[in-house]
């Protein structure tokens, strides 16, 4: 198995080598990570160069690192009804197992048993021994955007007719009876027999 390469200098990848590898070590770190990529859903979204606030505590445990901790971001996003602009934070927590290496490479799972292979590729490992958080933060942020933004709960939207928005508009706003010409006929009926 090849490892890649993490580049130290990056926020998101944590040394564990000052943690230790005897169950029960805990270590807590903060940092600001900015974010470089494209992290967001629909109509909302972490801007690119964002900075992020990592929070998180490292526990040293049989099968590996566990690392768990919370990411406060600024977020962007459009109004689902008014398409107003929004800018708010967003906060997830998150908690993930990184596996020593030398679980996968001999074969064995957690149990003591033969490893299967099922769920190896969902699994996150050392990388010697450094950590690469960046994945964990970005799945947890996607997945707490909202994908229907409102600016505010009661959010009246826009009119249908004239797309002025409801809320700057008069409470009465309207564009009169609009009838489908193909009903005119029908209409012109009714109004001369009434409601016989």
Not at 68 to 91: F, H, K, N, Q
């Amino acid at each position: 198995m090849t490892l890649s390469r993490l580049d130290t200098r990056s926020p998101f990848v944590v040394d564990t080598r000052p943690l230790g590898r005897q169950p029960g070590a805990m270590r807590t770190e903060q940092r600001m990570a900015p974010h470089a990529g494209d992290l967001g859903v629909e109509m909302a979204r972490v801007p690119q160069d964002a900075e992020i606030q990592l929070d998180f505590r490292l526990e040293a445990v049989m099968d590996g690192v566990l690392v768990t901790g919370a990411a406060l971001a600024r977020m962007s996003a459009e109004c689902s009804r008014c398409l107003d602009p929004i800018s708010d934070e967003v906060e997830v927590d998150f908690q993930e197992l990184f596996r020593y290496p030398s679980d996968d490479s001999l074969g064995i799972d957690a149990g003591g048993g033969e490893g299967d292979g099922a769920g190896a590729d969902e699994d996150y490992h050392l990388e010697g021994d450094l950590i690469d958080l960046e994945q964990v933060v970005r799945d947890a942020l996607i997945l707490a955007l909202p994908l229907s933004p409102l600016c505010r709960g009661d959010c009246p939207g826009l009119c249908a007719e004239c797309g002025a928005k409801l809320a700057d508009v008069e409470a009465d706003h309207s564009h009169g009876d609009r009838v489908d010409p193909r009903w005119e006929a029908l209409r012109s009926l009714s109004e001369e027999f009434g409601d016989q």
